[in-house]
């Protein structure tokens, strides 16, 4: 049966932090609150030394009905809580996959990454959804272990859990996960046209496909054909989950 220790890796153990190491994330907080209020997207903060939440933004979808503070207090007891049984068990295999793969990399590189994931939760009215988190080291420890890390969450494209994928940044390459085989493999990020692009960005503005074929001069009959083929490259059947694939996956 799973366990709350599992969620915290010997590998990355976080018994104390250097006098000194406390100076880094002086205010820091308050550039998240900021960001927070400016996104859609539910942003919680996790201290590996005290094993908790440090910070849970307002947004609902992570709270499952109760308040940010509710979920702070909760810290990883949420996860027990509202997080599907047969997934709670991927999370400790992401987990326990995540840490040995930070392990090796260089330490100065080590913040540059960001894991990536789809697991679901119950929400207030009982329901599973599938969400995605993206998890990014902010502060490191003297030893390069991570201190501090910062979790975005949104509603995920995906059809089922898993998905496991890390970026670095600058780099075209990404890192998925293979559940069945335990292991990582090295593979290059989609890659979309600027017409492709062009078409995403106009519709995260709402736009419909004649306002787009206006807007760059093409028929609609073209801006048809660059979805569809949009939607083969990503694997969705529709521009709303074509957005929220793209955004997640770091595309637009």
């Given at each position: 049966?799973?366990?709350?220790?599992?969620?915290?890796?010997?590998?990355?153990?976080?018994n104390e932090?250097?006098?000194?190491?406390?100076?880094?994330?002086?205010?820091y907080?308050?550039?998240?609150?900021?960001?927070?209020?400016?996104t859609?997207?539910?942003?919680?903060?996790?201290?590996?030394q005290?094993?908790?939440?440090?910070?849970?933004?307002?947004?609902?979808?992570?709270?499952?009905?109760?308040t940010?503070?509710?979920?702070?207090?909760?810290?990883?007891?949420?996860?027990?809580k509202?997080?599907?049984?047969?997934?709670?068990?991927?999370?400790?295999?992401?987990?326990?996959?995540?840490?040995?793969?930070?392990?090796?990399?260089?330490?100065?590189?080590?913040?540059?990454?960001?894991?990536?994931?789809?697991?679901?939760?119950?929400?207030?009215?009982?329901?599973?959804?599938?969400?995605?988190?993206?998890?990014?080291?902010?502060?490191?420890?003297?030893?390069?272990?991570?201190?501090?890390?910062?979790?975005?969450?949104?509603?995920?494209?995906?059809?089922?859990?898993?998905?496991i994928?890390?970026?670095?940044?600058?780099?075209n390459?990404?890192?998925?996960?293979?559940?069945?085989?335990?292991?990582?493999?090295?593979?290059?990020?989609?890659k979309?046209?600027?017409?492709?692009?062009?078409?995403l960005?106009?519709?995260?503005?709402?736009?419909?496909?004649?306002?787009?074929?206006?807007?760059?001069?093409?028929?609609p009959?073209?801006?048809?054909?660059?979805?569809?083929?949009?939607?083969?490259?990503?694997?969705?059947?529709?521009?709303?989950?074509?957005?929220?694939?793209?955004?997640?996956?770091?595309?637009?």
């Amino acid at each position: 049966m799973a366990d709350m220790k599992d969620f915290f890796s010997f590998k990355n153990s976080v018994n104390e932090i250097p006098e000194g190491s406390q100076g880094q994330t002086l205010d820091y907080l308050e550039a998240i609150k900021a960001f927070s209020r400016t996104t859609y997207k539910s942003i919680y903060v996790i201290d590996y030394q005290k094993r908790g939440f440090e910070y849970v933004s307002d947004n609902p979808l992570f709270l499952c009905g109760h308040t940010a503070e509710e979920i702070k207090e909760m810290g990883y007891a949420f996860y027990f809580k509202y997080v599907i049984k047969s997934d709670l068990d991927l999370l400790i295999k992401i987990n326990t996959a995540g840490f040995e793969f930070y392990d090796k990399i260089p330490m100065e590189e080590r913040k540059n990454h960001t894991i990536s994931y789809d697991f679901h939760i119950k929400n207030q009215e009982g329901k599973t959804i599938l969400i995605n988190q993206k998890l990014t080291p902010m502060f490191l420890t003297n030893n390069g272990k991570i201190w501090k890390a910062i979790c975005i969450v949104s509603l995920s494209a995906e059809r089922q859990a898993g998905n496991i994928k890390i970026y670095k940044k600058g780099d075209n390459k990404i890192f998925k996960y293979d559940l069945d085989g335990d292991f990582w493999k090295a593979d290059e990020k989609i890659k979309l046209s600027s017409r492709e692009k062009e078409i995403l960005q106009l519709s995260t503005r709402g736009f419909t496909i004649n306002e787009i074929s206006e807007s760059i001069y093409v028929s609609p009959d073209t801006v048809k054909f660059h979805r569809r083929k949009l939607f083969d490259k990503l694997e969705v059947t529709n521009i709303s989950e074509a957005i929220m694939y793209a955004t997640n996956n770091k595309l637009i």
